[in-house]
């Protein structure tokens, strides 16, 4: 008699299971049919001698962990998490949990962005609310840069309070982009500054999430090795969606699976400013700059937000 597990006795080459066995006193009754090799697990069934399990660049979800425990590894090197800094910018701006002066607003940003770093697979190192003060900008900035990835929110316009841009040219930050054609997301500002990567994302509560998701996101995966830095795939809109010509569009969408494939139906009101058009939203419908209305039924590329 051996366990389920154990190793196969020498001169054997077949197990019955003991539920088709009857034990007597002296003798062991087998009531099957036994055919050689049956209820046996060979040794490499699952992983043969040399056979690569896991490639640089995967991620380490609950299937890697069990495989890489399974083939006796202890220890695996893994790239270091990027370190974020957010800085949140705006007079205005109050965290929620103190009572509301006349004329703030809650500092929402900070916190669905810190959600979307922790996704993303880096991790916030630091968090600060800035004036919409030169100096004080150019401060907070200074700290910032310590990270990996400085992610900003607000202050990225052409107002006379957004004092970002040139707070970052004084700290040597050099800029890529400032401006890109989407709705929302249009005053999105990226730079680099010696090894670190700037993002300067619109301080609308959407902008700043979808612009994050778009062009934070991708570069956070690529930073961790990750082969598809992009979460993109298609689905048929399940209703039609009015635009004119100009900019892309990034429409919150809901996701429903059924038979002919992936539907996406837009949430609600899409104003850069109605946060609450992102509850329940599993995607970015990608409606192209040059296109007009988008019909119900046409099928569109999406950004998974989560995946
Ligand atoms: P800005 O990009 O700084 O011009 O900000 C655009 C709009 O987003 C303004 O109405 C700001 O009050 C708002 N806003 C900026 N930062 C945040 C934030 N951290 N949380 C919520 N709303 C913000
Ligand atoms: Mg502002």
């Keep these: ?33 036994v055919e050689p090799q049956s209820n046996l697990r060979r040794a490499g069934e699952d992983i043969a001698a040399g056979e690569t399990v896991l490639r640089a660049g995967a991620q380490l979800g609950p299937a890697e962990l069990g495989v890489i425990a399974s083939v006796g590894r202890g220890e695996v090197v893994c790239s270091r998490r990027p370190r974020v800094s957010l800085l949140s910018t705006g007079d205005e701006l109050q965290e929620p949990g ?3 002066r006349p004329g703030a607003i809650r500092n929402s940003n900070a916190h669905s962005l810190a959600a979307l770093v922790e996704r993303s697979g880096a991790e916030v190192v630091a968090a600060e609310i800035v004036r919409d003060d030169r100096e004080a900008t150019v401060e907070a900035l200074g700290r910032a840069l310590a990270g990996d990835v400085i992610v900003v929110s607000g202050g990225v316009s052409v107002g006379e309070h957004d004092h970002i841009r040139p707070a970052l040219a004084e ?15 249009k005053p999105t500002w990226f730079g680099i500054h010696a090894r670190n990567l700037v993002f300067g994302l619109p301080g609308n509560p959407v902008s700043s999430m979808v612009t994050f998701v778009l062009f934070a996101r991708p570069a956070i995966r690529a930073m961790l090795g990750a082969g598809d830095a992009r979460r993109r795939t298609t689905a048929i809109l399940d209703a039609e969606y009015p635009k004119r010509p100009g900019r892309a569009h990034l429409v919150r969408c809901r996701l429903e699976l059924r038979d002919d494939g992936w539907h996406a139906r837009p949430t609600k009101e899409q104003g850069s400013h109605v946060l609450t058009s992102m509850l329940g939203a599993d995607a970015l419908a990608i409606v192209p700059a040059a296109r007009g209305d988008v019909g119900a039924g046409e099928r569109v590329e999406i950004e998974l937000l989560y995946a």
């Design 171 to 185: 700290l040597g930050a050099e800029q890529v982009f400032w401006g890109v054609s989407l709705r929302p997301g």
């Design 98 to 100: 103190e009572p509301l």
């Design 1 to 33: 008699m051996i366990s389920t597990g154990a190793a196969l006795p020498a001169g054997a080459d077949a197990v019955v299971r003991v539920e088709d066995t009857a034990a007597g006193e002296r003798a062991v009754e087998i009531r099957v049919e």
